[in-house]
């Protein structure tokens, strides 16, 4: 996993798709998301970590 778009072809690999024309409001969906998948045990621990960090890089660019 490199990018955020690679965070969303994982959401796909679920059936979960997010998009509210709001790029941030949709990052933090996608990390909710993510951590729900996580506590489900769905995804694995090294999955989650990088998908998270990655998305927090990308809000970082929208909050500034």
Known sequence: MN???DVTQ???????YVYTK????DLEMMEEEI?????MQM??????????LLLRQEQSKYKQ
């Open 35 to 39: 951590k729900e998948l996580y506590r």
């Open 22 to 25: 709001d790029r941030l409001a």
């Open 43 to 52: 995804i694995e621990v090294k999955e989650f970590q990088l998908a998270v």
């Open 10 to 16: 994982l959401l796909k690999r679920f059936g979960i």
């Open 3 to 5: 990018s955020v778009y």
